[in-house]
């Protein structure tokens, strides 16, 4: 099992931008793909993008296309989310996951995750 902790989020003006760090110990980071989850309250997690264990792959939920990005420094053992443009609608807490299977291409079923964060919150204020 890999742990991962996530770090950056908090209260932002709509508008504004954060960036989500995740970082990643306990076996081989660079061979798993990654993948950034959330969940507001009353709502069904969803994906919000993912990257593959080589980084050369990447996903993204439409409603967050063109606004967030997904990059990975596997240096660092880290993966981020750069988010800009946030909206209200953006609001929710943010979990990080590490793919079930090395060298995995881009996954985007949260069942293909095995390892999963605590989660961040990001909250957008209007």
């Known amino acids: 099992q890999v742990q991962l902790v996530e770090s950056g989020g908090g209260l932002v003006q709509a508008g504004g931008s954060l960036r989500l760090s995740c970082a990643a110990s306990?076996?081989?980071?660079?061979?798993?793909?990654m993948g950034w989850f959330r969940q507001a309250p009353g709502k069904e997690r969803e994906l919000v993008a993912a990257?593959?264990?080589?980084?050369?792959?990447?996903y993204y939920a439409d409603s967050v296309k063109g606004r967030f990005t997904i990059s990975r420094d596997n240096a660092k053992n880290t993966v981020y989310l750069q988010m800009n443009s946030l909206r209200p609608e953006d609001t929710a807490v943010y979990y990080c996951?590490?793919?079930?299977?090395?060298?995995?291409?881009?996954?985007?079923?949260?069942?293909?995750?095995?390892?999963w964060g605590q989660g961040t919150q990001v909250t957008v204020s209007s």
């Open positions: 306990g076996r081989t980071f660079r061979t798993y793909g």
């Open positions: 996951a590490a793919s079930r299977s090395p060298y995995s291409t881009v996954t985007t079923r949260s069942a293909d995750f095995g390892s």
């Open positions: 990257i593959s264990w080589s980084g050369g792959s990447t």
